[in-house]
T-cell receptor, first 112, second 112 residues
């Protein structure tokens, strides 16, 4: 099976940097995704990591270490609009490549 | 349309009734997914369709749940003999291959 663990909630200050961690236990996976979900809205794609290392995209970066079963999402120069849930998701191997398992999400509160 | 659409946006039904939820994916997307999200929780995988392959139904919680995808496009999720624990937001997503998933706005189902 696969377990995905993320902190339930985090609070950070506007303009700061926050790191949201995701650990997973799975026998293997095709890729790791991060999605953002504002309250009452649908998730939107942020990043996709297949290989180990850091993927940077503007204020958001995502890191993956397959050997450690660990990923993080780094948000820089936080803005109030970044208050949302951040969902980590994996596509396990041997499931046809499309089945996607999501973590419970981390609710981020950005305060002034 | 430009994005994934779902209907109805809200559905209130009585316990024991059957409901049908509809999803129109982005044109040309070969993969279509259904998820369920209870209040404050992450996304629970239900089923996915990919091209002409047999769907992966491994996430359907019981035999009351079924889904079909006609002509490789529109999909319908059917819940028979609804129960109160079926109350949730049902999200549909589509993707082109194994890339990012684009989510619809969801159907909020309330079973009284």
């Amino acid at each position: 099976g696969q377990n995905i663990d993320q902190p339930t909630e985090m609070t950070a200050t506007e303009g700061a940097i926050v790191q949201i961690n995701c650990t997973y236990q799975t026998s293997g996976f095709n890729g790791l995704f991060w999605y953002q979900q504002h309250a009452g809205e649908a998730p939107t794609f942020l990043s996709y990591n297949v290989l180990d290392g850091l993927e940077e995209k503007g204020r958001f970066s995502s890191f993956l270490s397959r050997s450690k079963g660990y990923s993080y999402l780094l948000l820089k120069e936080l803005q109030m609009k970044d208050s949302a849930s951040y969902l980590c998701a994996v596509r396990p191997l041997n499931t046809g490549g499309f089945k996607t398992i999501f973590g419970a999400g981390t609710r981020l509160f950005v305060k002034a | 349309g430009a994005g994934v659409s779902q209907s109805p946006s809200n559905k209130v039904t009585e316990k024991g009734k059957d409901v049908e939820l509809r999803c129109d994916p982005i044109s040309g997307h070969t993969a279509l997914y259904w998820y369920r999200q209870s209040l404050g929780q992450g996304l629970e995988f239900l089923i996915y369709f990919q091209g002409n392959s047999a769907p992966d139904k491994s996430g359907l919680p019981s035999d009351r749940f079924s889904a079909e995808r006609t002509g490789g496009s529109v999909s319908t999720l059917t819940i028979q003999r609804t129960q109160q624990e079926d109350s949730a937001v049902y999200l549909c997503a589509s993707s082109l291959g194994v890339d990012e998933q684009f989510f619809g706005p969801g159907t909020r189902l309330t079973v009284l």
